[in-house]
């Protein structure tokens, strides 16, 4: 069997995937989401409305970077007060990284006009930049921080539950300031950009679990250790219709493994009753192994 190593991550690639991560959320935001009044929450969600609010007393409205470090610098002060310096490292520098990411990249409308692309494929982009960010262990600071803070006097909410509320409230005022349909659509890329984030910090490489129940457990299971190369457990478990006592195999093969675990099973007991379910990962020997 083939072992799978992942090494523990060097600081040198946690800092290479912030600075990915915040570029390509910042090129998101600027040239997806704010071209066609995308809010999908968060600091960058405020600093869109901002943007969009003072056209009529500042040519081109108060840029995204500075409206994203102007938010953040004083809920940062605080928490450097009430969790110090080593909460807030990695989540100071991405959000530093993220305000010159928006200075830096140009101000070219990607999608012009269209939601459903701007949903779609700017989704994509932000569920990619938030899961690097997230696994280098860091933030952009936004409306998260503030979910932190809030915790510690709301503690009978989670920092998720706090973080819905914020964000679903941003979310609202957008849908007032540029209508009900970009709205609509920042909600379709809020659910996209969650879907990849989670696919990306659970990892992709899906394996299959399989409950088989048969009396010829112990044959089933040796062929498989044999021919699969596969460990298999063995679970005691009652059959409330029948009362008898039955063993449950249990047993996690990869997904082109799991037709030959069928055909084996089949193969040895024609009346066996099989289980299969999806695994999002699997850490141990014959899959992933964390060196």
């Not at 946690?14 to 999908?40: E, H, R, S």
């Not at 701007?118 to 860091?138: D, H, N, P, S």
Request: charged share 20%; proline share 2%; glycine share 10%.
């Amino acid at each position: 069997m083939n072992k799978v190593s992942v090494n523990k991550r060097n600081p040198v690639v946690l800092y290479l995937a912030i600075i990915a991560g915040t570029g390509v959320l910042a090129f998101a935001i600027k040239c997806i989401f704010d071209p066609v009044g995308l809010v999908t929450g968060g600091f960058t969600g405020i600093a869109i409305l901002l943007k969009k609010l003072t056209e009529f007393f500042y040519a081109g409205g108060i840029p995204l970077w500075f409206a994203n470090l102007a938010l953040n610098i004083p809920f940062f002060i605080i928490a450097l007060w009430l969790k110090g310096k080593r909460f807030i490292w990695r989540t100071g520098f991405a959000t530093a990284l993220l305000s010159v990411w928006l200075y830096v990249i140009p101000e070219i409308d990607f999608v012009d006009g269209d939601y459903i692309l701007a949903a779609i494929f700017g989704g994509v982009l932000v569920g990619v930049a938030m899961g690097m960010i997230l696994w280098a262990e860091a933030t952009t600071g936004g409306t998260e921080m503030v979910a932190v803070l809030m915790q510690g006097w709301l503690r009978h909410y989670s920092v998720a539950q706090i973080m819905q509320v914020l964000d679903g409230l941003i979310v609202i005022v957008g849908m007032y300031v540029f209508g009900l349909r970009p709205s609509m659509y920042a909600i379709v890329a809020i659910f996209i950009s969650s879907k990849v984030m989670d696919n990306i910090l659970e990892g992709v490489k899906f394996s299959k679990a399989a409950y088989i129940i048969t009396d010829s457990y112990e044959e089933i299971a040796k062929r498989v250790m044999e021919e699969l190369e596969r460990g298999v457990t063995g679970m005691e478990a009652h059959g409330m219709y029948s009362g008898d006592k039955k063993c449950v195999l249990y047993c996690v093969v990869s997904k082109k493994e799991i037709v030959r675990l069928k055909e084996l099973v089949h193969q040895v007991d024609k009346d066996a009753f099989v289980v299969v379910g999806d695994v999002r990962e699997v850490l141990g020997e014959g899959f992933v192994y964390y060196a």
